[in-house]
């Protein structure tokens, strides 16, 4: 049975903060085993059907400027053109599952982990670490309010 709840950690985990993203994404995996959870350096066209065959999507990515981690909900975007490789937003990704796929995820949800540094290097900040566990937090909370099934 495919999990109702898929983590998508975004981010290079050789660009320092960038990687908070994957490492917030591999820790929500040790808490809940039963959830998908997948890596990506970035949000791409070929990840629609694996979003479009979860009910909940939770999208975790690095925000350089950020103080404290944050959850917003996504909605997907009138919006359906990339401008670049790096700017598939998650309201793109959720506005094309629906036009490809025709099944949209239920809820879907952004995570931003605070970011200071995006340097060389598989080093996290202590900014971002902190962040980190705060964004665990967010969303195991948000997991629980909805009481959405992983």
């Given at each position: 049975?495919?999990?109702?709840?898929?983590?998508?950690?975004?981010?290079?985990?050789?660009?320092?903060?960038?990687?908070?993203?994957?490492?917030?994404?591999?820790?929500?995996?040790?808490?809940?085993?039963?959830?998908?959870?997948?890596?990506?350096?970035?949000?791409?066209?070929?990840?629609?059907?694996?979003?479009?065959?979860?009910d909940t999507v939770?999208?975790?990515?690095?925000?350089?400027?950020?103080?404290?981690?944050?959850?917003?909900?996504?909605?997907?975007?009138?919006?359906?053109?990339?401008?670049?490789?790096?700017?598939?937003?998650?309201?793109?990704?959720?506005?094309?599952?629906?036009?490809?796929?025709?099944?949209?995820?239920?809820?879907?949800?952004?995570?931003?982990?605070?970011?200071?540094?995006?340097?060389?290097?598989?080093?996290?900040?202590?900014?971002?670490?902190?962040?980190?566990?705060?964004?665990?937090?967010?969303?195991?909370?948000?997991?629980?309010?909805?009481?959405?099934?992983?």
């Open positions: 049975m495919t999990p109702t709840t898929l983590i998508i950690g975004i981010g290079n985990e050789l660009r320092g903060d960038d990687g908070a993203g994957p490492a917030t994404a591999r820790c929500l995996r040790e808490l809940y085993p039963q959830a998908d959870v997948m890596v990506v350096q970035q949000l791409t066209p070929d990840l629609v059907e694996s979003v479009g065959s979860h939770i999208f975790v990515d690095a925000a350089a400027g950020a103080d404290h981690a944050l959850i917003r909900q996504v909605i997907a975007s009138r919006d359906r053109t990339a401008h670049g490789s790096h700017l598939m937003t998650p309201g793109q990704l959720l506005s094309l599952v629906d036009a490809l796929d025709g099944r949209a995820p239920r809820n879907a949800f952004e995570t931003a982990i605070p970011a200071q540094t995006f340097e060389h290097g598989a080093v996290l900040s202590s900014h971002a670490q902190k962040g980190i566990v705060e964004g665990v937090e967010a969303v195991c909370r948000l997991i629980n309010e909805q009481q959405t099934p992983v």
